[in-house]
């Protein structure tokens, strides 16, 4: 069975930073785009930053441009995301997924999903 596994969140005061991993584990993803979702409570799942197959491309929410950082090692399968200045609104379960196509915004876009970490942002 294929999975897509987050690692790394956790509780930490704003300000703070953050990072984020994600490994699959089942197959290889070297050729899929990826990229980073949220879901706070009571809100839509929402798209933080993605990062095409290459890694030569980034595209992140207006929310998180200049604070978050997407990157990927293909030779490990294994996407990161950095969190700096993190901020209470910032407060969600991250999901990473995957995608054949560039990774935008469109969650219907992506064949991939992980469980999902919790990243806690106390102000």
């Known amino acids: 069975q294929v999975q897509l596994v987050e690692s790394g969140g956790g509780l930490v005061q704003a300000g703070g930073s953050l990072r984020l991993s994600c490994a699959p584990s089942?197959?290889?993803?070297?050729?899929?785009?990826r990229a980073w979702f949220r879901q706070a409570p009571g809100q839509e799942r929402e798209f933080v930053a993605g990062?095409?197959?290459?890694?030569?491309?980034?595209n992140y929410a207006d929310s998180v441009k200049g604070r978050f950082t997407i990157s990927r090692d293909n030779a490990k399968n294994t996407v990161y995301l950095q969190m700096n200045g993190l901020k209470a609104e910032d407060t969600a379960v991250y999901y990473c997924?995957?995608?054949?196509?560039?990774?935008?915004?469109?969650?219907?876009?992506?064949?991939?999903w992980g469980q999902g970490t919790q990243v806690t942002v106390s102000s």
């Open positions: 997924a995957a995608t054949p196509y560039y990774p935008n915004d469109d969650s219907s876009r992506y064949d991939y």
């Open positions: 089942g197959r290889t993803f070297s050729m899929y785009g």
């Open positions: 990062i095409s197959w290459t890694g030569g491309s980034t």
